[in-house]
């Protein structure tokens, strides 16, 4: 058995997620890192678990920018600091950060299930809170490239705390 399907065994439930444009956001820079994203967790997947852990660290950096950025458009265009989304990506963070301290202690099969249910977890982030955000930027003119605003008397800076997502309470 080769160690590929050794993994994919060991959590059948939760299929590979592939890059495909139903993923897209409308926004070709948040998606262009979504891709990464997406390719970063599928080969992670693939590996057997002595081979995971500095994968994953580069996914939870990659992670962390990820986050980051989309946390300055936000306030680019509005959102207050502690908007919904914002704080889903801090409760996500925190999870994968805690796996890698799991995974040191000797739980060796905890990153492959992080990797499952990050793969179960993204397509709904990034159809709902992800997508709304996108949506927002465009309506308002912001240049996701630049980060910057066509006209900037568009946006109410720290208005809105919910996330334009039916998902966000
Ligand atoms: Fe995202
Ligand atoms: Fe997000």
Excluded: K
Aim: with cysteine.
């Amino acid at each position: 058995m080769s160690t590929t399907a050794a993994n994919t065994d060991a959590f059948p439930d939760v299929p590979p997620l592939l890059w495909s444009e139903a993923l897209a956001t409308g926004d070709d820079r948040m998606d262009e890192t979504h891709e990464e994203f997406v390719t970063q967790l599928a080969a992670l997947r693939a590996l057997p678990p002595e081979q995971q852990l500095e994968p994953y660290r580069a996914l939870v950096a990659h992670t962390v920018e990820h986050f980051a950025r989309e946390e300055r458009w936000m306030v680019a265009v509005g959102f207050a600091v502690d908007n919904c989304h914002a704080a889903h990506h801090r409760q996500i963070l925190d999870t994968m950060r805690a796996v890698e301290e799991h995974f040191l202690q000797g739980d060796r099969e905890i990153i492959g299930r992080m990797a499952a249910a990050l793969a179960e977890w993204f397509p709904m982030h990034a159809q709902t809170m992800d997508a709304g955000l996108a949506q927002h930027m465009r309506s308002v003119g912001f240049d996701s490239r630049t980060e910057t605003l066509a006209d900037p008397s568009r946006v109410r800076p720290a208005t809105m705390t919910g996330c334009g997502s039916v998902h966000c309470s």
